[in-house]
């Protein structure tokens, strides 16, 4: 007997239910012409406060003063915990499991290399800069392990983040950059001169093209379970705004020029003020550019690098409005002036809290509950391994 809706609608149940309309739809239906589920928007929400945070700060700050630096890596851990198990993602906390050991470690281990490098200076510069080419050549090693650590030790939903990028990336990313701050002073030493102020110029009109490079190596590097981060960010990205930064600051420097030549004019009988006044215009004129391309740079630069960044099928979206930013940039800067630096700890929960409520995701509800990654099962040896070489150096 063949399976169609008249047999089955005659010979299972009764004839005065009719079944074949349910039936025809079960075995006829295109099941590739279903719709697809849209991705909803997933928002972030940070459930921390300042007076909370500046609790947790004071404490730490006592504590790592008390222990000469000792209790600075377990500060660090509680202050990560702070933020993570307050950051929400779709209901959901973030949290950090990073083992304050590790971190003490790493810093004991630069302690040395920089007591070491003082102290080889003083015995024979060509000593010390032996030290400086071996911690130049670590560097994208350095960095790309406390990258690493930072993401390996957070999870979401009981699932750890990781970081892929390959030492070959990290060389070819952040090598450059240290160039950028060695050469200059090499040069200032070996070739004392004008031709090391336009070296160290050009060197510096690079550092968009260099902090896009960094950007696109963090963004495209992170894995979550077995989804997989992409950044489409380009080495152009960040041009425009450091142009845009780099006109103000020349105006701003004309200005100074002009306003320090007009009241130096007028106050010609006071040689004392006229020599002061081009000191306090400049400082007054290099705050308020500070205030406003400070945040302006901020806000392109975190909107850019998250709007070109996806994971798998999510896909992220930041909106940082420049003017609220700065304001709040603003207020944080002052009433940390104002308050001889207590406000910080608040000031830095405002800021984390209004990028979070800036930015969403778009995904499916399944693709925040990911299959367990394949690597979850290594051997504890391996993950010795990589406890070891992962350690921390970020402060």
Same mark, same amino acid.
């Given at each position: 007997m063949s399976l169609s809706a008249e047999t089955l609608g005659e010979t299972t149940l009764p004839s005065h239910v009719d079944v074949r309309p349910v039936l025809d739809f079960m075995l006829n239906d295109d099941l590739t012409a279903r719709p697809i589920p849209e991705k909803r928007v997933v928002s972030l929400e940070f459930t921390g406060s300042g007076s909370e945070y500046f609790r947790i700060w004071m404490i730490n700050l006592c504590l790592t003063i008390l222990t000469l630096g000792v209790y600075s890596a377990w500060?660090?851990?509680r202050r990560l915990q702070y933020f993570d198990r307050n950051t929400l993602l779709d209901g959901v906390p973030f949290d950090f499991h990073g083992n304050p050991i590790t971190i003490l470690r790493g810093r004991i281990v630069a302690v040395i290399v920089l007591f070491v490098y003082?102290?080889?200076f003083g015995l024979s510069i060509h000593f010390a800069i032996v030290i400086a080419l071996i911690l130049f050549v670590l560097a994208p090693f350095m960095m790309r392990s406390s990258q690493r650590f930072r993401l390996?030790?957070?999870?979401?939903?009981?699932l750890r983040f990781d970081f892929e990028g390959s030492m070959l990336d990290a060389y070819a990313t952040y090598l450059p950059v240290a160039l950028m701050f060695v050469v200059p002073p090499l040069l200032a030493v070996i070739f004392p001169g004008d031709l090391v102020i336009g070296v160290a110029g050009l060197l510096y009109l690079a550092w968009p093209w260099l902090q896009a490079r960094m950007k696109h190596f963090q963004q495209g590097g992170f894995t979550y379970g077995e989804m997989h981060s992409r950044s489409t960010l380009s080495a152009s990205d960040f041009v425009w705004p450091y142009f845009k930064s780099g006109i103000y600051v020349i105006l701003g420097a004309i200005a100074v020029g002009v306003l320090t030549a007009v009241m130096a004019g007028l106050l010609t009988s006071t040689p004392y003020i006229s020599t002061l006044l081009p000191i306090f215009i400049g400082i007054i004129i290099s705050y308020l550019m500070y205030v406003a391309l400070g945040p302006y740079l901020q806000v392109k630069i975190w909107n850019k690098s998250w709007e070109t960044?996806? *994971?798998?099928?999510?896909?992220?979206?930041?909106? *940082?409005p420049v003017g609220a930013f700065t304001k709040l940039q603003s207020k944080n800067l002052l009433l940390t002036l104002l308050s001889l630096g207590l406000y910080r700890p608040f000031a830095v929960v405002?800021?984390?809290r209004f990028r979070l409520q800036h930015m969403t995701l778009r995904a499916h509800s399944s693709h925040l509950i990911t299959a367990t990654h394949t690597t979850m099962g290594e051997s504890a040896e391996g993950e010795g391994v990589a406890e070891f070489l992962g350690f921390d150096l970020s402060w």
């Open positions: 500060a660090k851990v003082h102290y080889l390996r030790h957070t999870s979401y939903r009981g960044t996806s *994971l798998d099928e999510i896909e992220f979206y930041s909106a *940082l405002d800021v984390y």
